[in-house]
């Protein structure tokens, strides 16, 4: 069949041309290629050319994607030295939400901000507002690194309480269950008269009880009256609602 | 069409008790930006006036149960049995089968007209938390249903409602190498399943017009005809051909303020993406690449154009102004992004990946950030939106076996990742594209 | 005869030794009873389709031979007109594969035209994934798929 082909080839070919002969004579392989003369040859090599500038394309956009990033954490970073040179300047004094945590529980409602941030505090109300912007738009990722980097910055500030919640919330979201109950668990620990202190116990034993550990949940929820005693209705319903699921006496 | 008319809007204040204000309240309302909330107990009871009554109280009961942000309480564990459509109901019944919210309503005949008033009581609270009442013919009595149910969504949820709208798609049958693919188009829920074409050659890609009277999609000639665009009035069924040029055209899109069709157009290998103005017919080339530019998709606000392009190699996400120019990829992940579609609201972009595991559905911001998975399978493909940016829906096909086609079925799911649940379609069906609100 | 056996044997051992591909086509010939010009000779003894890889659409070397025959045998019989249709594998979105079934069904014809057929006796038209043959979800029948197959009219 082959030979019938390649016989066939040398018979018709229109242009009894050059070299081409002998090579296809010699080199059956190259003889497909050779056939179609000069046209299949240019078509191989634009392809290959096209293929090229594909490649380098792609190589090209990555690398701007890359550079752009690059200069976004630059930016990010020499902001941040800036702040902190700043503070230096100052003496150390001037650290943000330098207001006293206020004990004793409030409504738990969502925290905003004071309509009037003492000064210094606008860049840590910025950055919890970020924060809660990006939870909201559920980029629990973006959200995890804002809170943390607010605590971090803020451990004294009036909504750190808060940012430790939604530290929690951001893991409980995606199903990081450990990281979740440490989040919380520290939020008990180190938060727990913050606004959010009710909300954050409850959801500290739900998260022991997604993880199979029902004994500690009841644990967890039995401190609950006694720790807040002035925690609303609906936050009590709550716990009575998760005691009864996890069959806590 | 018809119009529903809002004829009052029931304040509450007048028939409602005295009731505790303050915390309950939250019971009957969802924080949907808090990543976890547990779904809202409602109570639905038959509407006076059988039989129409109790069949739309089953199909919003169906409605809130499906969208999965509610918990439908059965009607066996009811106490109250006899409620009074206008007069507060024994809320403390209520209470004790655990329902937050109760649905209750009436439908009476008004000459050739149905009159149709409903409450949604906040349980909690002892307090009316909406009512509407319409004047409709009695025909329409699905869709005041679905207004019904929007009503309701929106009062405990704050977002707009997505129930009183439709889902165009391709149904297939037939065997896997011949498979028959006709444009059909029905109710968000599945109800009034009607057929678009007739299916002798195959039709694929339907989009609805910004108005929902027109639907534009790609459909092969009689006899190995080219695969052409074509505009068809979804009430009249009169259809004409939109793109008729020397190469294949497909993927048709719909402008946000329906002037315009963008599509891609095929030819010597290249695919690009062309505007149509649909009034004056007049094409202009809105990309120009040796590629493949294909699936383009308006911005809400029509301002930008999204589409996926294999010019860097593999295919990804590219955004460019409507008009074209200033180009810019926007996924930089592992693996192939495919058939991107804007968020109604503007904020993200729902796309196809294709991985080495198999196929995802998923959503970034509109600059490529934030990129979130939501759905995974052999095979998940064609993301399409609700028009209030909460829900998506998508295709899922099984692989084929013993040479037989692996089943087709749409989906719907929360943006989230929460919720999925099969939409029921009479064949097979993929390819859904849902529609904005139907006007009213 | 003997002469023409003894050559293509060499020519197929060539073949074999230069295609890292297998060569699906190369074998069967001779021994068939359809009738030289009909749609059946073209299928059997020449080969309607050549296949392609993932996501490409770069003719192979066993796609070339085919094309070569097949360019060989319309310059013969040349009362036909020719479709080339592109189809693909189903590991891809609907519209993302029909515009690669095109640029494969491009790929065939620029070929051909290479070879010397007038470009007016072809055209192309894209199934994408719509038209699988076999129908299969695995490698093997992904294989078969991502192909130009030449139809005769």
């Not at chain 2, 297939?172 to 299916?199: C, S, W």
């Amino acid at each position: 069949m082959a030979a019938f082909d390649v016989n066939k080839a040398l018979a018709m070919k229109i242009f009894p041309s050059r070299l081409a002969l002998l090579i296809v004579l010699a080199l059956p392989t190259a003889a497909a290629a050779q056939r179609g003369g000069d046209a299949v040859y240019i078509d191989d090599r634009l392809n290959q050319l096209q293929q090229s500038l594909t490649m380098m394309t792609g190589q090209i956009e990555q690398l701007q994607n890359r550079n752009a990033k690059l200069q976004q954490q630059m930016e990010k970073m020499q902001a941040d030295y800036e702040y902190r040179i700043e503070q230096l300047e100052k003496g150390g004094a001037g650290r943000p939400g330098g207001a006293a945590p206020r004990p004793g529980a409030q409504a738990a409602a969502p925290a905003t901000p004071s309509p009037t941030p003492p000064a210094g505090a606008a860049n840590a109300d910025q950055l919890y507002d970020e924060a809660v912007k990006k939870l909201q738009e559920g980029d629990y990722a973006a959200a995890e690194r804002g809170f943390r980097t607010f605590i971090q910055r803020n451990p004294q500030n009036k909504l750190a309480g808060n940012a430790q919640y939604w530290l929690g919330e951001t893991y409980y979201a995606r199903r990081d269950y450990s990281n979740a109950l440490t989040a919380f668990a520290e939020g008990y620990k180190v938060y727990k008269n913050s606004p959010k202190g009710p909300d954050n116990l409850l959801k500290l034993g739900i998260t022991m009880s997604v993880m199979g550990r029902k004994p500690d949940a009841c644990a967890v929820f039995a401190r609950f009256n006694q720790d807040y005693p002035r925690a609303t209705d609906l936050q009590k319903r709550r716990i009575d609602q998760e005691r009864q699921k996890n069959g806590c006496g | 069409m018809m119009l529903p008319r809002r004829t009052t809007l029931l304040g509450g204040a007048a028939l409602a008790t005295i009731g505790v204000a303050g915390t309950a309240r939250a019971q009957l309302t969802i924080d949907m930006t808090r990543p976890s909330f547990e779904p809202v107990p409602i109570a639905i009871v038959d509407f006076k006036g059988d039989p129409v009554g109790a069949q739309m109280a089953g199909v919003i009961r169906n409605n809130l149960q499906n969208c999965g942000l509610f918990r439908v309480i059965p009607t066996s564990a009811y106490i109250q049995k006899d409620v009074d459509a206008t007069s507060p109901p024994r809320f403390q019944d209520w209470r004790s089968v655990g329902a937050a919210g109760l649905v209750v309503g009436q439908v009476t005949s008004v000459g050739g007209s149905i009159k149709v008033d409903f409450r949604l009581w906040d349980v909690v609270t002892s307090q009316q938390a909406t009512g509407l009442s319409f004047t409709s013919q009695p025909s329409n009595w699905r869709r005041l249903a679905h207004i019904i149910s929007d009503a309701i969504y929106k009062r405990v949820t704050g977002e707009e409602g997505y129930f009183d709208t439709r889902v165009a798609y391709v149904s297939e049958t037939g065997p896997g190498n011949n498979r028959t693919k006709r444009i059909a188009v029905m109710d968000q829920d599945g109800a009034n399943n009607r057929y678009l074409t007739d299916g002798k050659t195959i039709a694929l890609t339907p989009r609805f017009s910004p108005t929902l009277q027109e639907i534009v999609y790609m459909a092969y000639g009689e006899n190995n005809g080219p695969p052409r665009v074509y505009l068809q009035n979804v009430d009249s069924g009169r259809r004409e051909l939109l793109g008729n040029f020397p190469g294949m055209s497909f993927a048709p899109r719909f402008s946000p303020d329906g002037t315009k069709v963008v599509m891609s157009i095929a030819e010597n290998g290249r695919t690009n993406i062309y505007e149509m103005d649909v009034r004056g017919r007049q094409l202009r080339r809105l990309t120009n690449s040796p590629a493949i530019d294909t699936s383009p998709c308006f911005s809400a606000d029509g301002s930008q154009i999204v589409f996926n392009s294999d010019r860097g190699g593999a295919q990804q996400l590219y955004v460019m102004s409507a008009g074209g120019g200033g180009e810019r990829r926007i996924s930089f992940g592992d693996g192939r992004y495919a058939t991107p579609v804007w968020s109604p609201r503007g904020d993200f972009i729902a796309f196809t990946k294709i991985g080495a595991g198999g196929f995802g559905i998923g959503v970034m911001r509109s600059d490529g950030s934030g990129e979130r998975m939501l759905a995974s399978g052999f095979l998940v493909e064609g993301p399409t939106w609700a028009p209030n940016g909460r829900v998506l829906m998508f295709f899922r096909g099984q692989p084929s076996s013993g040479g037989r086609a692996g089943s087709a079925s749409l989906h719907q799911i929360d943006i989230t990742g929460r919720f999925e649940r099969q939409v029921p379609t009479p064949t097979d069906a993929s390819d859904p594209a849902w529609s904005p609100l139907i006007p009213q | 005869m003997s002469m023409i056996k003894a050559l293509s044997a060499i020519a197929a051992l060539f073949l074999i030794a230069a295609c890292s591909n297998n060569d699906t086509q190369t074998a069967s010939a001779a021994t068939t009873t359809v009738t030289p010009g009909s749609v059946g000779d073209f299928r059997q003894n020449v080969g309607d389709r050549v296949f392609f890889d993932t996501d490409s659409s770069t003719v192979r070397e066993d796609g070339r031979q085919t094309l070569n025959r097949q360019a060989e045998w319309l310059k013969k019989y040349s009362n036909y007109q020719i479709t080339i249709e592109g189809h693909c594998d189903e590991r891809g979105t609907r519209e993302y594969n029909l515009a690669l079934g095109e640029r494969r069904a491009n790929a065939a014809r620029q070929y051909l035209i290479a070879q010397g057929i007038p470009a007016t006796r072809i055209k192309t038209v894209s199934y994408g994934k719509e038209r699988p043959d076999p129908v299969g979800s695995d490698e093997a029948a992904w294989a078969r798929n991502r192909r130009a197959v030449t139809a005769l009219e």
